[in-house]
């Protein structure tokens, strides 16, 4: 007769007279358990349930972790141990979800730059410039916000950073969020078949793990800001979330994305001064949004062709062979949007906004939360741009306005030269709009720089 010993180290069978301690078979000894030399059992003298019983490990024992296991010792230190046990197991299953999905068709001899490249992909980051067209939004209103209100250049210094990072980590996420919403759609356009989710090099389940630690690092970003700014920002979550579903069901896509992508305009002046101008914030925010159509609509006549296969929508498509006329009216919106709020953003005109001497209560938190996410009524609003057109007065600004003169000329080449036709043209005058942003912040920064010396 033959006794098989089932999944103890794959011993196979072994004769009935012969029964091995688990010692013997290399079981690991936990934390009270008594050693037992190797010896042999007479089973005709030794019944086999009088034999000691090894009390199976449980399931969710882990060999390295098994001395602070409460399975196996009962002292009160391990007690303590049990939470950074569950802890480390559950940052290893991210971990794993992250760099091969759960999924054990992944190969072990991939290298680290292989595992993390889709998710370099899916977040862009091999593309920058969807992050400087994020980014440099924000600096029109940091520099404008910090010569008008005279902040510190140590303050302006840190909004930068804190604004940059920003931007990399959330143009990041809202590029996963809208590779998830369009995984299926990208498979049938040429360029975008490629992507890690559409070609099948990451799953939905990666990607959503991913998003939540992009998020996560966002939230800890905007946490550095003022309460008025935190939850201020907070509120552009929905257009990054709801931007990828309009291309199914309007033609202007683009004008949602130029709201998402530009909400730094408002939140620069707000890190800075702990509310909204609406004279400055509400021309540069609307600037900055026909900026956006202008580039982006350059940027969709790459796809336009599938886009019309697929039934994706676009400006590019509802313009048709009048977009250089309409992209012209959009680029003078914005030179003439942002001229309006370099003009209502004079020295030090409200210097003593930006100082906050206290640390905020909690019913000025409440009241910051409240104000931020109450829009502006319509009268208000007009209000606004009335005074902000009014008031203009550029003589604090004349690099700014050298800049924007440079801009002006820039846009026109861009509009003038493009070739809607070619791809790869329409994804060089797509990019050169960084170009357009730089001239334009330099401009600002010379003149904050001139306005610290008087």
């Known amino acids: 007769m033959l006794l098989r010993i089932v999944g103890l180290g794959g011993r196979g069978p072994l004769k009935s007279r012969q029964l091995l301690h688990p010692e013997c078979l290399h079981l690991p000894r936990f934390a009270g358990a008594a050693h037992v030399p190797f010896r042999t059992i007479n089973s005709t003298h030794t019944s086999i349930r009088s034999r000691p019983r090894i009390q199976a490990p449980s399931p969710f024992q882990h060999p390295d972790l098994r001395a602070v296991s409460p399975v196996w010792s009962s002292s009160s230190s391990t007690k303590s141990s049990c939470a950074s046990v569950v802890l480390r197991r559950c940052v290893r299953w991210w971990a794993s979800q992250v760099s091969t999905g759960g999924s054990s068709s992944s190969s072990s001899s991939q290298t680290f730059a292989q595992r993390i490249r889709p998710y370099v992909e899916l977040a862009r980051y091999d593309k920058p410039i969807g992050t400087w067209l994020l980014f440099l939004p924000c600096t029109f209103s940091l520099t404008l916000a910090a010569q008008h209100l005279a902040a510190s250049p140590a303050q302006v210094l840190a909004c930068y950073a804190i604004f940059g990072t920003g931007a990399l980590v959330m143009r990041g996420a809202g590029c996963t969020i809208n590779d998830m919403w369009d995984r299926k759609l990208d498979q049938g356009v040429e360029r975008t078949r490629s992507r890690p989710i559409a070609s099948g090099a990451l799953t939905p389940m990666n990607a959503l793990v991913f998003l939540s630690g992009q998020l996560s690092l966002g939230l800890a970003v905007l946490l550095q800001l003022n309460w008025y700014s935190i939850f201020f920002g ?55 949004v026909c900026w956006t159509i202008l580039y982006d609509t350059i940027y969709a006549h790459q796809d336009a062709k599938d886009d019309l296969a697929t039934g994706i929508k676009s400006t590019a498509l509802l313009f048709g062979d009048k977009t250089k006329p309409i992209l012209s009216l959009f680029g003078t919106c914005f030179v003439g949007s942002t001229a309006v709020a370099m003009g209502n953003a004079s020295s030090g005109a409200a210097a003593a906004a930006a100082a906050q001497a206290l640390p905020p209560s909690a019913s000025e938190i409440l009241a910051a939360a409240k104000q931020a996410w109450s829009l502006p009524a319509p009268s208000t609003i007009v209000e606004a741009l009335s005074t902000a057109v009014s008031s203009i007065d550029l003589s604090a600004h004349p690099a700014g306005c050298a800049a924007l003169g440079a801009v002006a000329a820039h846009l026109y080449w861009q509009i003038k030269t493009v070739d809607l036709a070619d791809r790869a043209d329409c994804w060089s005058k797509f990019r050169s709009n960084r170009d357009v942003g730089l001239l334009l912040w330099f401009g600002l920064a010379v003149d904050y720089a001139i306005s610290l010396m008087w």
Do not use: E
């Open 234 to 288: 907070a509120t552009s979550l929905g257009l990054v979330i709801v931007y990828p579903l309009m291309k199914r069901i309007t033609h202007w896509p683009q004008l949602v994305l130029g709201l998402a992508f530009n909400w730094g305009s408002l939140l620069g002046y707000a890190a800075l001064g702990g509310h909204l101008h609406l004279p400055i914030v509400l021309p540069l925010y609307a600037g900055t």
